[in-house]
């Protein structure tokens, strides 16, 4: 398949030897309404982030609490640690995968995950993908803000002898608590409001702390115990037969929703590339390695606490807090701050910064963006959304990851299959060029994004538990009875599904192009 519009435009573009691909000077079309500096693409001399870097990246944001207690939900779910480790390793190599895909257009073209989707679902069909991705970033962001501000209250409420779990309450937590909230939340917006090229400094700092504090707490839980507990040798309740691929399917997928932002708005890092090589190298070796490296800390540690306290600790921040060393838990406390801001700005805040620049790029900034989502992450109530394992995983994760996937499929399908990595940056911002298609809609795409969408949480459901209550909001039979079998399998569904549907919606103006061409 071919480019869908006519050549023919001035050049505007140039492309150097190593394909990446940049704007002529004054080619940038300023004023129009799509357009602003922070959605404007970045030129090749400043496009300087390396392997490293991305590397970087990748082992600060997979170092957090959230992803240090996946395991725990998924032991808690019956699976035993290998069971455990095997379905976050392998869910983290498959979104890998769409992760590179996507990620390419960021040192090719050097444009922000919702300037790419204009190429799919046209200038203004875009916002749809990026308010869905920039509303998933918002819960995520209060998420990891309450876990973080959760896990100061916890260390500093030790620090002062407990003190802070006394204190008065409000809407059920101690005033403290709220306090570290929105001291952490305050904090991170700062950070950010300094810019990309200072992130990128942080995360280069911050992934080797992390990892350092995460094998700091290993080695302490290691002498304390004198080894490592019954946890290692507990049998899995599942097995691996009928009981366990029940659970396995739905939990794979929980596990890629996890990273499934990700997978979508991976350009918006990308686009600071050196080179395909540098974000190719740097995601595969940051990515499935720290995930699966922390899973197993996560088991080992636990396992640990298991024998020292007779139970298993699974969050990181309470099992710190049984030291009573005072320069402990300091440690602790910096290495929560630094895990969670790391990732949390990262992952969460901006994406939703450039998708809510994108809704209106002459009234809204990449700050004002940030600073948006850290309101929207307050008001979403996130406490909520981690309650218990079956919710976090099944719900939360499995139908974000169902619905993100729908997206991802029609960004690959758009640039590598019917595009061919091909793209014309002007008509990115213009209303009128070749990404116009019907007013700035492709309405191709958002057919394949609502067949694909249906397909991958339409059939979403809730289990039952010994009292016959429902462990979730959906209905035990499915949202749509039909489709409940797809429910578990619902990234890979919305991906496939989606993808093939957009290349064959495309296909008539793909002929259209050859025939204008012969």
Known sequence: MTETVPTGSPISQSAHADGRIELAPGAFPAHSPFANEDLRPVPVAERKWTTYNFAALWISMAHCIPSWTLASGLVALGMDWKQAVFTIALANVIVLLPMLATGHAGPKYGIPFPVLARASFGLRGANIPAMIRAAVACGWFGIQTWIGGSGIFALGSKLTGGGWENASRIAGNPWPLWLCFLLFWAVQIAIIYRGMDFLRHFENWAAPFVIVGAFVLLIWIAVKADGFGALLDQPSKLGWGADFWPVFFPSLMGMIGFWATLSLNIP???????????????????????????????????????????????????????????????????????????????????????????????????????????????????????????????????????????????????????????????????????????????????????????????????????????????????????????????????????????????????????????
């Open 268 to 518: 918006d890092f990308t686009r600071f590339g050196a080179s395909q090589k540098a974000q190719t190298w740097g995601q595969s070796l940051g990515l499935p390695t720290t995930m699966t490296l922390f899973a197993i800390l996560a088991v080992l540690v636990t396992s640990g606490s298991e024998v020292v306290y007779g139970e298993a600790i699974w969050d990181p921040v309470a099992l710190a807090a049984k030291t009573d060393n005072a320069f402990g838990l300091l440690f602790a406390l910096v290495i929560v701050l630094v895990a969670t801001v790391s990732v949390n700005i990262a992952a969460n805040v901006v994406s939703p910064a450039y998708d809510l620049a994108n809704l209106a790029p002459k009234l809204i900034n990449f700050r004002t963006g940030a600073l948006i989502t850290g309101v929207v992450g307050i008001l979403i109530f996130p406490w909520k959304l981690i309650s218990t394992p079956e919710f976090y995983i099944f719900t939360w994760l499995g139908v974000v990851g169902g619905l993100l996937g729908t997206v991802a499929g029609i960004l690959i399908a758009d640039y590598w299959i019917v595009r061919r990595t091909v793209l014309h940056l002007v008509d990115l911002y213009t209303p009128g060029g070749r990404y116009w298609y019907s007013s700035g809609w492709n309405w191709r795409a958002i057919v394949a994004f609502l067949v694909g969408g249906v397909l991958a949480v339409g059939g979403s459901y809730s289990g039952v538990g010994a009292d016959g209550a429902r462990t979730g909001p959906f209905p035990a039979d499915g949202l749509i009875p039909f489709l409940k079998p797809l429910a578990d399998y619902g990234w890979a569904v919305g991906l496939g599904a989606s993808l093939v549907l957009y290349v064959v919606l495309m296909l008539p103006m793909g002929r259209r192009q050859e025939n204008l061409e012969a």
